[in-house]
């Protein structure tokens, strides 16, 4: 009996010791760090997970509503290669109106039904739903890529959690920017990847790259991306300097699987970006001696002394209307928690290897570059150098990168804490860190009345329009963060001293530095969150009156809201076609003539087939204005527009731009043509052109002209895209009054027809299903092998 206990007993043993070795495993790890990224998202978007609530207060996020709704009905028709809603019509998915993601193998529908079963709310908004998930999955790379750091899987937790819960990312869904949050998300992935391949230069690990690759690049940011590429590309140098001394043969394979990867990571994005890039000279991001000017570009420039905000987070303002900073406004500190930058700073000092020393690099490199105008030593030689670089603005953007690295730093920080223990620990610094930054807040608040004329006088300096009233408040939001972070400062320093202390164990000091950490910035980001009721978005998107009256015209036509009732995308929603919009890579031909001739001249508002004007005030004094719908906001007729098509009798040639917008001032659009260079016109005689059929992709005209003539047509010329033929005989299309397209008929009675097609769309779908192919059938053969050695 008792040889039978004793047995019983030792079988109980190893259950218990089964049971307890099962949470050791990596996949169970993994799994158990995603329920806690998963119900950390949950609490903190609560609002919009469980109730009915979406983010509609933000405009930004209406506008982008609006740009993906009306593109999506695009798609409805075909892929939405023009939209005719802003502008005056311009390139959808090229000017990248339209989720890139969307032109994949993908089937999103099944997709977006998957992650609606992780965010139950079925009233919730499909693109909430979707940035909801990518918070999750930002978690969950960074997590993979700190294991495989070799970092503990508490720790890979901790690191996820300080990226993913960044302010940087937290303001993104509010503020309209879901795009950015998508490409973020995959950022610590595509370094995953490419520390992987070159380590072990297997085709598995290739195949992962390219895909990681191919889906940062469709996440919908460009700029992120590149900014992935870049931080790989780092990589690879660091990687190939140590291989210099030891496995330098190795190199050149390395070198190629990158270049490769990358190439094949666009071809799998190909169907998306090959339009994007063609467009690239056409837009104001490539039209201008190829890029941006350089104080557009450098608008949002990163000031050193910003660098405060690290520490205290409202030290220039909280964002929005309370920021008096040096950009021209920003909507979130840069903030990244007390936590995660003590122990960040504890790794520089205390851990020295190989990837804390690379993430330091990445982090001082993107911090240089953030600065921009204000100290050009990385920025100017990149922005007159690099390939693409000069087509970004906003250089603050690249401090994503420091986010980045900062988590990846306090992770090799805590793991270093956890190597000191048992041994001679530094705890007299430690204390005395801790000591002296509450001192610091002390002194400050003792100091109060000389600390708020330093910091009221800056005020005015940077921002003299700054209500005086609002000072106080502003310098008691500062001195309010300074105590937080001191605290939580000396909290995190306490917790490391009890743990080398032996008073608190490895497994209680993470979770507790993780509740600092999260308690830190979740103060932060409420702010930065603002739910509203989906009332207001349904309230939103309902037609006013003038949209209803306008929606009963006969098309096609153009309105001008020449008022700010509603953002300029909105009418959009409702199908009505608009000569202005609110976009950040309008056509470049459109900006020039907004620059040189202005939006308010009649001229272009007629030529624009403007046929409707809508504003806030009384415009009847304007003999070509005629009231057609009294109200808020009225509504005018313009007698003066032209139609979508008519024929010219004389034609002006001006080769150079400024003599054509000079031109275009006080010229009638009636009877005159500007042309850009000579064109063969037989006689010059006027006629008729009738519309007889009309689609985003397709005109046909009839004209009528008992000679030669030149035919105008109120759209936007891209020569790209559209084609012209009369009589089904292909025909050139001339730029015509700086933006718009003509066409050469001649006597009689002809059908003109432009067609808008696109061979690059096609070849980028052939080439994304070449690259899509190759990549899941390594991997399903990869897959097959591992299954067939189980």
């Known amino acids: 009996m008792k040889k039978k206990s004793s047995s019983g007993k030792s079988l109980a043993k ?19 760090a995603l329920l806690i990224f998963y119900l950390l998202i949950i609490v903190f978007f609560n609002k919009l997970v469980f109730q009915r609530f979406d983010l509609a207060s933000s405009p930004d996020f209406l506008s982008g509503v609006v740009l993906i709704e009306s593109s999506a009905k695009l798609a409805e028709e075909g892929a939405p290669l023009w939209s005719p809603y802003f502008f005056g019509g311009m390139p959808c998915m090229a000017s990248v109106q339209y989720p890139l993601f969307t032109y994949t193998f993908f089937n999103w529908g099944v997709v977006e039904r998957i992650i609606a079963v992780l965010f139950i709310n079925p009233m919730m908004d499909s693109n909430i739903r979707l940035m909801l998930f990518h918070f999750l999955m930002a978690g969950a790379f960074t997590y993979l890529l700190a294991r495989s750091l070799r970092m503990s899987w508490l720790v890979s937790i901790f690191a996820g959690l300080i990226y993913m819960f960044t302010p940087q990312l937290i303001a993104l869904p509010n503020v309209g920017h879901g795009s950015k949050l998508f490409t973020c998300a995959y950022i610590p992935l595509v370094l995953l990847t490419v520390k992987r391949m070159l380590e072990r230069r297997k085709l598995l690990d ?29 990589y690879l140098v660091w990687s190939v300097i140590f291989d210099i001394k030891g496995q330098s043969r190795a190199i050149p394979l390395k070198v190629v699987l990158f270049v490769a990867g990358v190439a094949l990571g666009f071809g799998f994005a190909a169907s998306a970006y090959l339009p994007v890039y063609e467009y690239t000279p056409y837009s104001i991001r490539g039209g201008s001696e190829g890029g941006l000017d350089w104080d557009y570009a450098t608008n949002w420039s990163f000031h050193p002394l910003e660098s405060l905000t690290y520490v205290v987070p409202s030290f220039f303002g909280f964002g929005g209307s309370t920021y008096w900073g040096y950009m021209p406004f920003t909507d979130m500190p840069l903030y990244w928690g007390m936590a995660a930058l003590v122990l960040a700073v ?21 911090w240089i570059v953030s600065f921009g105008k204000y100290f050009p030593i990385l920025f100017k030689p990149m922005f007159e150098l690099m390939p693409f670089f000069k087509s970004f603005r906003v250089p603050v953007m690249i401090q994503i990168l420091m986010v980045f690295s900062i988590a990846m730093l306090a992770g090799y920080g805590l793991e270093k804490v956890k190597e000191m223990a048992g041994k001679s620990a530094p705890l007299k610094p430690i204390l005395y860190t801790a000591g002296g930054i509450l001192a610091a807040a002390v002194v400050m608040s003792v100091l109060y009345s000389p600390f708020q004329s330093a910091v009221t006088g800056w005020i005015k300096t940077i921002r003299p329009q700054m209500p005086v009233q609002a000072h106080a408040q502003l310098f008691n939001m500062l001195l309010g963060d300074l105590w937080k972070g001191a605290i939580f400062a000396g909290a995190v320093l306490g917790l490391v001293y009890l743990f080398l202390k032996r008073k608190v164990n490895f497994n209680l000091l993470v979770p507790l530095l993780s509740l600092l950490l999260l308690i830190d910035l979740w103060v ?11 009332a207001n978005m349904q309230a939103y998107l309902q037609p006013t009156p003038a949209v209803n009256f306008l929606r009963a015209q006969g098309k096609p036509f153009r309105v001008y809201p020449a008022d700010r009732i509603r953002p300029q995308n909105w009418y959009g929603y409702f199908g009505l076609e608009s000569i202005d919009g609110y976009l ?10 907004l620059d040189g001739v202005g939006l308010n001249n009649f001229n272009l508002i007629n030529m624009l087939n403007a046929r409707y004007i809508l504003s806030d005030r009384d415009l009847s004094s304007l003999p070509n204005l005629e009231l057609a719908m009294d109200g808020q906001q009225k509504v005018y007729l313009n007698k003066t527009a032209l139609p979508r098509a008519w024929l010219v009798k004389d034609i002006v040639i001006l080769p150079q731009l400024e003599d054509r917008l000079e031109y275009l001032k006080a010229f009638n659009p009636r009877t005159e043509a500007i042309v850009e260079q000579p064109i063969d016109l037989p006689s010059k005689t006027g006629g008729e052109a009738e519309i007889l059929s009309w689609s985003p992709l397709e005109v046909r005209v009839k004209t009528r002209s008992a000679g030669g003539s030149f035919l105008a047509l109120s759209e936007v010329y891209y020569p790209p895209y559209w084609k012209a033929r009369v009589d089904g005989k292909e025909t050139r299309i001339y730029p015509t009054n700086q933006l718009l397209r003509g066409v050469v008929v001649p006597a009689g009675e002809h059908e003109v027809v432009f067609k808008c097609e696109s061979v690059v769309y096609r070849a980028g779908w052939a080439v994304h299903w070449i690259v899509f192919a190759g990549v899941f059938i390594v991997m399903g053969v990869s897959l097959f092998r591992r299954l067939k050695r189980m």
């Open 14 to 32: 190893k259950a218990v010791s089964k049971k307890k070795l099962s949470i050791e495993k990596p996949s169970i790890q993994f799994l158990i």
């Open 584 to 593: 950040g890579t309008k056509m470049k031909r459109y900006q020039e003539i």
């Open 346 to 366: 504890m790794a520089a000092i205390l851990a020295r290897n190989r990837m804390v020393t690379f993430f330091l690099i990445l982090f001082f490199f993107a």
């Open 524 to 534: 932060v980001n409420r702010n930065l969150i603002n739910p509203a009721p989906q």
């Open 206 to 234: 290739f195949a992962l790259f390219v895909l990681a690759v191919g889906m940062t690049l469709l996440s919908f940011h460009v700029q992120m991306a590149f900014y992935a590429l870049l931080a790989g590309g780092m």
